[in-house]
């Protein structure tokens, strides 16, 4: 398969720890959930990087004036959980984006065709094309609810350049379907996986992840 996709996987000993954790099948909810906290903090941390917009300053410490770097208030930072699993990502983000908006996209699969519906979309009508989009889909699987959720996205004005997509594991045929259609998206994950099984499930994977998360 060639993709032109960027997608990065941070080689980091706390992202191997927290997916080992997370795919463990014996591994509690609350466990879990503290799992998935984890990676969102870390990958979100990671997808970041040379990605939020900065401005130069001058600030004087008690003993001197000196140069300083500050994230530009003036660019709006949004962050998109993909409902439900979306969620368990979304404390360790906003731990490193404290001031982002959050808009909330529920998208369900329907499980004998797995295709995703709409059932809440809290975008805004308009995203300037400045804004910096960071959406939260722990798992890329079919790319059903991914490409929804760009193509949502998109048509409200957001530059694809300035999306970054926040994932735990992704499988080659979302990445397929990514790579066709938004080229210049770049992806965090802390692992590829092989592939999907009959049911549209990630093999390994990590099994359902919102019921996993929200122990349903
Ligand atoms: N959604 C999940 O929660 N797990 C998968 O493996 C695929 C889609």
């Known amino acids: 398969m060639t993709l032109q996709l960027r997608i990065y996987v941070p080689e980091h000993p706390l992202i191997k720890h927290w997916l080992a954790v997370a795919r463990d099948e014996q591994?509690?909810?609350?466990?879990?959930?503290?799992?998935?906290?984890?990676?969102?903090?870390?990958?979100?941390?990671?997808?970041?990087?040379?990605w939020l917009p900065t401005v130069e300053a001058k600030v004087k410490t008690p003993l001197a004036?000196?140069?300083?770097?500050?994230?530009?208030?003036?660019?709006?930072?949004?962050?998109?959980?993909?409902?439900?699993?979306?969620?368990?990502?979304?404390?360790?983000?906003?731990?490193?984006?404290?001031?982002?908006s959050i808009y909330h996209l529920g998208l369900a699969r329907d499980e004998s065709t797995l295709e995703p519906s709409c059932y809440l979309n809290k975008l805004p009508s308009n995203f300037t094309p400045e804004t910096r989009i960071l959406i939260l889909e722990p798992m890329l699987a079919t790319g059903g609810s991914i490409m929804t959720a760009m193509a949502e996205i998109v048509s409200r004005g957001a530059n694809p350049e300035h999306i970054r997509l926040v994932s735990i594991v992704a499988a080659p045929p979302a990445l397929q379907k990514l790579s066709e259609k938004y080229p210049q998206l770049q992806i965090y994950a802390a692992m590829i996986d092989e592939g999907l099984n009959s049911q549209g499930y990630i093999i390994p994977g990590l099994g359902d992840a919102g019921d996993r998360a929200f122990g349903t």
């Open 27 to 50: 591994t509690p909810s609350v466990l879990f959930k503290s799992a998935m906290n984890e990676l969102g903090r870390w990958l979100a941390y990671e997808a970041v990087r040379n």
């Open 65 to 100: 004036e000196c140069d300083a770097t500050f994230i530009n208030p003036e660019i709006p930072i949004a962050v998109v959980p993909i409902l439900r699993a979306g969620l368990a990502l979304l404390d360790g983000t906003q731990n490193i984006l404290p001031l982002a």
